[in-house]
């Protein structure tokens, strides 16, 4: 049987919630001991390839759009000078 969970912070440790329909199909009870296989769900790299199909914006304009309104007066200046 697999399900997919979210681990979440528990004290200084991580610790997932079983669905109370799998405890029930598994009989888990109170420190009975079971055994959980950890798989990393990353996507493969064939699965991303084409999702940004059609992005009109440049990675040079996307960091322009985030850098607005992040600049100091001393660099407007600079950059005003450097215009000229």
């Avoid at 979210?6 to 997932?16: D, E, I, R, Y």
């Amino acid at each position: 049987m697999e399900i997919k969970v979210t681990a979440k912070k528990w004290g200084s440790s991580l610790g997932v919630v079983l669905p109370k329909e799998i405890v029930e199909a598994k009989r888990i009870k109170e420190n009975k001991e079971i055994i959980i296989e950890v798989k990393d769900v990353r996507p493969k790299a064939g699965e991303l390839f084409g999702l940004l199909k059609g992005w009109e914006k440049s990675g040079q304009e996307i960091k322009d759009e985030m850098r607005k309104g992040w600049e100091s007066e001393s660099d407007k200046e600079r950059m005003k000078k450097w215009k000229k």
